[in-house]
């Protein structure tokens, strides 16, 4: 009960803080000149923020921190924000854009790798930052950072919008109608993307195998809260609609809910909705199925595949006792040579009769 209570002043206080944060923001934006906004940041420490306290995107690989207009009301119409980044030992910042803005990342310590992509026809680009040094990326281009050392590293990064925006690039773009993907990679299957799907780690993921190797570190399961959410045009194979809350996130800063469980799809122009449940059941990760155990559709498809199996293997048994029989039965029937008539013809010719070599009449 008092558990309960507390919750509840805890969630109703955090609701008043983000309104009031929204009606200051709302009003600076109004406000018709900068003394007028001044005037409305009245406390000092409304033009500081702190890094090392404010609510972070983080995963296995490390975390950041933004300073945006959506936390930082201070920022409106500044035109930048800020990100402060951790990265850990072959931690990655996984591919992203940023669609409002350029950013300007600068390595404190360490080195990273980092490379980017800005458009259709563009060639990539890569560098190995140290620290001291910034690069730059455009607003639009996908970009990536990975650690490749086995120390931690921070970075900063400077953005030219109060209110940047990212945008994951796997995360999103397996945020699209199953079919659709699938068919932009080849026909690959809407199963197999659900499958890929569910296994896409957070934007601070673990990077690549051979710096987990040279440093030491398994890969192990890694949190995958910032799926996209789904609804009826974009759900994967078996959802209904009491599953799309399941999926989605309710902001990128923050965790969801666990993953859902597959079954049939809505959207798909292919005949996959009869074979949906069965298939989709088999793809939940190992996670989701420790946590509530074995599900009706999975223990169905084992039991489908171990009777296949059975009858697979009584069918091979009865050809072998069947062959084995003929072949007794060949046997039995065969008829007796004498040696001595071995290899002769069984109508004796003319100079075998001449020679004598059958046995005179008795």
């Known amino acids: 009960m008092i558990s309960s209570v507390l919750l509840s002043l805890a969630l109703a206080s955090g609701a008043l803080a983000q309104s009031s944060v929204a009606q200051k923001i709302a009003a600076l934006r109004d406000a018709p000149t900068q003394i007028d906004r001044l005037n409305i940041l009245d406390q000092d420490s409304d033009f500081v923020f702190n890094f090392l306290t404010g609510k972070a995107a983080s995963g296995a690989g490390g975390s950041a921190v933004g300073a945006t207009v959506a936390n930082f009301p201070a920022l409106v119409n500044n035109g930048l924000a800020m990100t402060v980044g951790f990265l850990g030992p072959c931690g990655m910042n996984t591919p992203h854009t ?39 990326f455009p607003k639009g281009s ?41 068919a932009s990679l080849g026909d690959l299957g809407v199963q197999e993307v659900a499958g890929i799907e569910a296994m896409i780690p957070d934007s601070f993921a673990l990077g690549t195998q051979e710096c987990l190797d040279r440093c030491g570190i398994s890969r192990g399961k890694q949190p995958t809260t910032q799926r996209e959410p789904r609804n009826a045009n974009n759900a994967l194979p078996g959802q209904s609609s009491s599953d799309w809350k399941a999926t989605s996130t309710a ?33 939940e990760d190992a996670q989701t199925v420790a946590a509530k155990g074995v599900s009706d559709s999975v223990a169905i498809a084992l039991i489908v595949v171990v009777c296949v199996m059975g009858l697979g293997y009584l069918a091979l048994a009865a050809f072998y006792f069947v ?40």
């Open 323 to 362: 062959s084995r029989r003929r072949r007794a039965a060949e046997k039995a029937n065969r008829w007796y040579v004498r040696p001595e008539m071995s290899g002769r013809s069984l109508v004796p010719t003319s100079e075998e009769r001449a020679e004598e070599k059958y046995d005179p009449a008795q």
């Open 98 to 136: 940023h669609p409002r803005a350029t950013e300007m990342l600068y390595v404190v310590n360490g080195t990273i790798s980092s490379g980017m992509i800005e458009e259709n026809g563009a060639r990539f680009v890569f560098n190995k930052v140290d620290a001291g040094s910034a690069m730059i």
């Open 142 to 182: 996908i970009h990536f950072q990975q650690n490749e050392g086995c120390e931690p590293i921070t970075f900063v990064a400077a953005l030219n919008n109060e209110d940047p925006g990212v945008e994951s690039i796997a995360q999103r773009y397996f945020g699209l109608p199953p079919d659709v993907v699938a």
């Open 251 to 283: 902001s990128y800063w923050h965790s969801s809910s666990t993953p859902n469980s597959y079954a049939t799809s809505t959207h798909y122009t292919r005949n996959t909705q009869q074979t949906g449940a069965l298939f989709g059941a088999l793809a």
